[in-house]
């Protein structure tokens, strides 16, 4: 019942325009709770699977059970986003368990555990690995829009490498912001139409991004952010839930709500969180 109503005033917020339009095939954004780390799960108007990180080691099986309980059996497409630990560590279990087509990757190389055992899976499978590039479009779906706004430079950080991304069916757009910097914001200000319906939020909420100019621009209806309650860095931070609130934002957290899917048509979108915050405060009581 919760998800349904959820539903319905999202529906009735941003759908008078397009109350009679021919239906069209559903895709659906899997913001997949993988505690203090990212996993984005992307099904397709036409049916492809994308999978955008994987989490930290530990969250490994959780996006394994995930991807299963949807019924998918083969990821059309792989991105790693950048390879620090809590983006590609769970990849490796993601790799062994289902059948994975192809991976865009940000050519970064980064001298950790996690991330040569990310490699070795890679090699150990032949999986064909493209470097993600600036401006690149994704041509994985026709009825989808997918370009790659932000990408590796050898002078950069993991973080400020992140491969940066505008997905867009029909009329609702999606920006996925990886782990980019405020420098990054400005640059994708400057060149690039960034607007969009759906932010997932830069760096777990970190005081690295985020800036109240970037949001403005952006003007989210929805934010998310993907984190663990109790982390040790502090996300997300006042300021970044302040600059969400004063475009008013409605932010919805891996932390407090789980799992959280967001459907959508190409005209008007459903978020369905998994769970509502107050369930939380009662897990911790009982």
Same mark, same amino acid.
């Given at each position: @019942? ?174 996925? @912001?990886?782990?980019?910097? @405020? ?74 709500y789980g799992d959280v899917v967001i ?24």
């Amino acid at each position: @019942m919760k998800k349904f109503q959820v539903a319905i005033i999202l529906m009735l917020f941003i759908t008078p325009i397009h109350s009679f339009a021919e239906p069209k095939p559903d895709m659906d954004v899997h913001f997949i709770d993988v505690g203090q780390g990212d996993s984005i799960l992307i099904e397709t108007p036409s049916g492809k699977t994308i999978l955008i990180d994987g989490g930290p080691p530990e969250a490994g099986d959780k996006v394994v059970n995930y991807l299963k309980d949807k019924e998918i059996r083969e990821i059309d497409l792989l991105i790693a986003t950048h390879p620090d630990f809590d983006h590609i560590g769970g990849l490796v279990k993601v790799m062994k368990s289902i059948e994975v087509k192809q991976i865009l990757d940000t050519g970064k190389v980064h001298l950790t555990r996690s991330f040569a055992k990310y490699v070795s899976e890679i090699r150990k499978q032949k999986i064909p690995t493209k470097i993600a590039k600036k401006n690149q479009r994704i041509r994985i779906d026709r009825e989808l829009r997918i370009k790659v706004l932000n990408s590796q430079n050898d002078n950069n950080s993991n973080n400020e490498s992140s491969i940066v991304l505008k997905i867009s069916y029909d009329d609702i757009d999606f920006l996925l @912001m990886g782990d980019v910097k @405020m420098e990054q914001e400005r640059s994708l200000m400057e060149k690039y139409d960034i607007s969009a319906d759906i932010i997932k939020v830069a760096h777990h909420g970190s005081d690295t991004s985020t800036s109240l100019a970037f949001l403005e621009y952006v003007k989210p209806q929805i934010a998310i952010l993907t984190y663990r309650v109790g982390n040790d860095y502090g996300h997300p931070v006042e300021r970044v839930i302040e600059n969400l609130e004063r475009i008013d934002a409605n932010i919805y957290s891996t932390a407090a709500y789980g799992d959280v899917v967001i459907k959508t048509n190409g005209y008007d979108y459903f978020v369905f969180p998994k769970r509502s915050p107050s369930e939380n405060i009662l897990r911790k009581t009982s």
